[in-house]
């Protein structure tokens, strides 16, 4: 069993949705944060190493960070189809998806979002590149890695939709977001914090 810990209204709303995915038997734990803005504190419950959210403990051991989990979580759901075996010739590119993510597409995001590069032409170039990386791959495949759904498609999915007001139009891109939206895992995830936030 794994316990998942978690805040609503959080980017490791992502992790809900691949847990749903995975079909792994798994427990929420809700704890609080520390907000950027001042609201929450730090619950003394969470196993995160700096109090933030998400984080899973399987057998004993924290994984931490959301992209961490993605890859762990992909593994260890090998029915699931998220991830890529070790050896397979898709590891690579699944874990090159997973790392430009991280490295190059969130710093474009929070670039924008935040007043980063207004004007600076490196900064618009560097937007350019992550629509056209993304379009490229959508012109070859309904999903990121082509022809089959995996966890790059939830960890890119649930980032650009929360800021898809930073991102130019893009019919490829609102098309692809519209598809896995209405995968039923990302549902039952939606419904698990809508119902809390509510109560």
């Known amino acids: ?58 057998d004993g051991v924290v994984i931490s960070e959301s992209y961490a989990i993605a890859v762990y979580v992909s593994d260890l759901a090998a029915n699931s189809g998220l991830g890529a075996p070790e050896g397979s010739a898709e590891r690579g590119p699944f874990l090159a998806w997973l790392m430009w993510l991280a490295t190059e597409m969130e710093p474009v995001i929070f670039g924008r979002l935040y ?12 937007n350019q590149q992550v629509i056209r990386r993304l379009e490229t791959a959508l012109a070859n495949g309904p999903y990121l890695m082509g022809d089959r759904f995996t966890a790059v498609d939830v960890m890119a999915g649930s980032t650009i939709a929360w800021a898809r007001h930073a991102f130019p139009e893009s019919a490829a891109i609102d098309a692809w977001l519209a598809r896995i939206a209405d995968r039923p895992a990302h549902q039952r995830a939606c419904a698990n914090d809508a119902e809390l936030v509510d109560a």
């Open 115 to 126: 007043g980063g590069g207004g004007g600076d032409p490196r900064a618009e170039r560097n």
């Open 1 to 58: 069993m794994i316990t998942f810990y978690h805040s609503p209204e959080t980017r490791s709303g992502r992790t809900m949705w691949l847990m749903e995915e995975s079909g792994l038997p798994f427990e929420t734990r809700y704890v609080t944060i520390e907000h950027v803005d001042g609201r929450g504190a730090i619950d003394p419950a969470n196993v995160h190493p700096d109090g933030r959210v998400p984080a899973i403990v399987h």
